[in-house]
């Protein structure tokens, strides 16, 4: 076996197990049963649907056979006859063993379809019976096209016109049959879907692992765009997957109704057709390998073009003020260029493929004609026998050609499971572990206390604190202060513990008496009353409540032009920096933790409002932790930590330090 051979098993392998992970929880919970129980329990769908079928078919004939016992006669009883052999011989007990099997299986694992899973499989099950129930009705239809034709070359006027009201009645069956699959498969989807981005959603917001995994540092992690991950390519491979199944059932009936037809009809042609099928399958396989990775790389182009946009939308006030649309525009256009470069490469293979592929469906026409020529200038086969072959034929040879005829959908769907299986592996691996920034605490406790603490930035060698001792009680009040870039931000992460240091011990608060406010302060996707509230549950105050701490903020403006707290806004943009600020002390007021760790959260504020402000803070008796550059913070704080970039840093009461010094 070759080394390429080892390597392209290897990746199906891999890309078979990522499918498996993405599409059996769904069903079937993953931890408990291996890929061959789920494998198991689909033929065992398909053992209980062909079982109810033939029951209902069974039940059809009878119903028949007492009201109209001479149609049936007529235009049915090679349905009859089939049905009848199968109840008189071995295959009865056949299909009644693999329905009795089926029916078992599905009962002994009852316990793990809990959770609405059985709902999924029922719909499963409902969607297969009326694939069944269609692919019968075809199969019936080159019957009746072949009476149909001889009616017509053998003038026979009167039956021509019976037969073909049977044909109109198929299809008048067959529609609302086939409509209703339609639906069932689009609502199965969408419950897969929606449960789907849940179970993502889940883990991408858990152990903070859409700030561990960084998916906006494109140069350190291979997770990008999670935006896109989490919706297109989610509802890409839920609807892709139902149709690929789906497809796959639909054609596996389809030649298995079909190909016992066309085998009494003509032996040659059969053996010809799946001769031929293998052949042409395996060529456009082969071709249409580059297609996946291209495919892959446009999925992700796509992705950074409309996250470049998204960019300029959000930060359309800052590129305004910096008349920076120029460059902008470069990096955009950069972006788009990326999406045409590779997307008319995707052009170049696409029509390879779609040439091929259509060569191969053309020159599949021919086959009946050459093979059925001679036995029907023999006179062996009538004409309408010659039309049912060709009939059955061509629905064997689309069977057996459904991955040659979706070869371009499949390098799809194919990119969008390994992108979508290696964000859910990424971002499972992290909901997992124990939580980051609990783990980068030492301890709980009523205080912040750090001993010798060294720390470093992420990837980097540069030490911004070492040997940092300090403690900070409930009572207390710290002023950061210090040279940009030196590192105040960096200890605050550490406080939080987003950060952890390469050496020392931290001891904090638990999760909630700890509030952080940044200098832009951040406005979710909500209303006022959530604005205010976050993170804290809404339900938790009264609207009078909400409008007094907004008067204390001074936001009493808002009172007026927002009267109802629920309506939702575009806050970032409507709000100015100012207002966004004060809101951020809202916040701080209604969720009092004990500790407020502020980063310049006053900066956009006049020095009246900002010492009201922090009375408001002293009122509640709250830790303060600040970082600030202005000499009036002082006032309300008593100690101050100096950083001086190096690693160096001191430590003294307010009182006794200079701002001048800065």
């Not at 086939?178 to 419950?191: A, E, P």
């Not at 339900?539 to 936001?555: G, W, Y």
Request: include cysteine; aromatic fraction near 12%; glycine fraction near 6%.
């Amino acid at each position: 076996m070759t080394e390429q051979t080892i390597s392209n098993n290897k990746r199906l392998r891999d890309q078979l197990s990522s499918l498996r992970k993405l599409a059996q929880p769904f069903f079937l919970p993953l931890e408990q049963n291996s890929g061959w129980s789920f494998i198991w329990l689909l033929i065992s769908l398909l053992f209980c649907v062909g079982g109810i079928v033939l029951i209902l078919l069974t039940g059809l004939i009878e119903f028949f056979e007492k009201i109209q016992p001479i149609l049936l006669e007529k235009y049915f009883n090679g349905v009859v006859e089939i049905v009848t052999s199968i109840w008189s011989s071995w295959w009865g007990f056949f299909f009644s063993g693999v329905f009795a099997i089926g029916s078992l299986t599905f009962f002994n694992y009852r316990h793990q379809l809990r959770n609405k899973r059985w709902v999924h499989w029922s719909l499963l099950g409902i969607i297969v019976l009326m694939l069944l129930a269609v692919n019968g009705i075809n199969a019936g239809i080159g019957f009746i096209a072949r009476d149909l034709t001889n009616a017509l070359v053998q003038k026979q006027e009167a039956g021509f016109y019976k037969i073909l009201g049977i044909y109109a009645c198929c299809f008048i069956v067959a529609l609302p049959i086939r409509v209703s699959q339609i639906f069932v498969t689009y609502k199965l989807g969408i419950i897969w879907r929606e449960w789907l981005s849940k179970s993502l959603i889940s883990d991408y917001m858990k152990n903070k692992a859409y700030y561990i995994l960084n998916p906006n540092d494109e140069e350190q992690t291979d997770v990008d765009n999670p935006d896109q991950r989490i919706t297109d390519d989610t509802r890409a491979f839920t609807g892709q997957s139902l149709s690929f199944t789906l497809g796959i059932f639909d054609a596996f009936l389809t030649f298995s109704l079909n190909i016992i037809i066309l085998w009494t009809i003509s032996t040659t042609l059969t053996l010809s057709l799946f001769a031929y099928a293998a052949f042409a399958t395996s060529i456009l396989i082969i071709a249409g390998k580059n297609l996946v990775r291209i495919d892959f790389d446009q999925l992700r182009y796509e992705a950074d073009f409309r996250y470049g946009l998204v960019h300029i939308r959000d930060n359309a006030e800052s590129i305004a003020f910096y008349s920076g649309e120029e460059p902008e525009k470069a990096e955009t256009k950069r972006r788009l260029l990326e999406v045409v470069n590779n997307f008319n490469l995707l052009i170049i293979w696409r029509v390879i493929i779609d040439v091929m592929r259509r060569s191969i469906n053309y020159a599949g026409n021919f086959f009946p004609y050459l093979i059925m020529a001679v036995p029907y200038f023999a006179g062996e086969i009538d004409y309408g026998r010659f039309i049912q072959a060709s009939f059955a034929f061509g629905m064997v040879e689309g069977s057996l050609f459904f991955i040659v005829n979706q070869i371009e959908e499949l390098a799809k769907f194919t990119a969008g499971i390994s992108r979508l299986e290696g964000f859910q592996s990424k971002v499972e691996k992290v909901s997992r572990q124990k939580d980051s920034s609990q783990e980068n605490i030492d301890s709980w406790n009523n205080s912040i206390i750090i001993k010798n603490a060294d720390l470093y930035p992420p990837n980097s060698n540069k030490k911004i604190i070492a040997g940092l001792n300090i403690s900070i009680n409930p009572d207390d009040s710290l002023l950061v202060v210090g040279p940009s870039g030196c590192g105040k931000t960096s200890l605050l992460r550490m406080l939080s513990g987003l950060w952890k240091p390469s050496q020392g011990q931290i001891d904090a608060p638990k999760k909630g008496d700890l509030l952080f406010i940044p200098q832009k302060p951040y406005m979710i996707l909500g209303s006022l009353r959530e604005q205010l509230c976050y993170p804290t549950d809404q339900n938790k105050f009264s609207d009078e409540h909400l409008r007094a701490v907004l008067n204390e903020v001074n936001l009493t403006s808002f009172i007026d032009r927002y009267p109802d707290l629920t309506i939702k806004q575009d806050w970032p943009r409507i709000l100015s920096l100012g207002e966004q600020q004060r809101l951020a002390f809202g916040r701080l007021l209604l969720n009092s933790p004990r500790f407020a760790v502020l980063d310049e959260a006053t900066s956009a504020l006049d020095i009246n409002t900002e010492q009201h402000l922090y009375s408001l803070l002293r009122k509640r008796d709250l830790a303060v932790i600040s970082v600030g550059h202005r000499p009036t913070l002082i006032d309300f704080h008593d100690s101050v930590l100096e950083l001086n970039g190096d690693g160096s840093w001191h430590l003294q009461p307010s009182s006794n330090y200079e701002f001048d010094r800065l």
